[in-house]
């Protein structure tokens, strides 16, 4: 008897965990990892001109809808931000990843990665950061941040990250 009650419980601990279901956020930019006090207007407080300052209150990430390369207003705002990071630490250079989800092709996937790491070079070039900071690689589908084969998950892993690969204090 007590081993069946012992029983029941677990596996009302083991539903109960798995019940919640992961917040839709695909249309979202990411941020980073959140380390460090939280300073005025809710951002971070990290030495700015770092690579930290980059990801946390600038933000690395942006996203894009399924089969698109084209930036959305949010994307845009992200990329604003970057640019203006990116005019203050006048050294700092750029890769840009693009990449998409698991659906389609490797090459499909690839060619698709390509375009959307351009999408946010270009824009960004538009805002008055030189080309020559910027350098770009797709990544298709071989790196996903999320895995997971649902819409959320995917909607994850179709982003364009920028990673400051010099000129930046760590």
Request: proline residues 2%.
């Amino acid at each position: 008897m007590r081993l069946k009650i012992v029983s029941l419980l677990a596996a009302l601990l083991l539903v109960g965990a798995c019940a919640t279901d992961p917040e839709e956020t695909g249309g979202q930019t990411g941020t980073g990892a959140s380390t460090g006090a939280t300073g005025a207007g809710g951002a971070v407080a990290v030495e700015p001109g770092t690579i930290q300052d980059f990801i946390v209150n600038v933000g690395d990430r942006v996203f894009f809808d399924f089969d698109k390369a084209t930036l959305s207003a949010k994307a845009q705002e992200t990329l604003d931000k970057q640019a203006a990071w990116l005019t203050r630490v006048s050294g700092a250079t750029i890769l840009v990843e693009g990449h998409c989800d698991e659906r389609g092709t490797r090459e499909y996937n690839l060619a698709l990665g390509e375009r959307r790491a351009t999408a946010v070079k270009d824009y960004l070039a538009s805002k008055g950061i030189a080309a020559s900071r910027i350098k770009t690689i797709s990544y298709g589908k071989e790196r996903p941040a999320v895995l997971g084969s649902n819409e959320w998950a995917w909607s994850q892993n179709r982003r364009g990250v920028s990673t400051i690969t010099g000129g930046a204090k760590s």
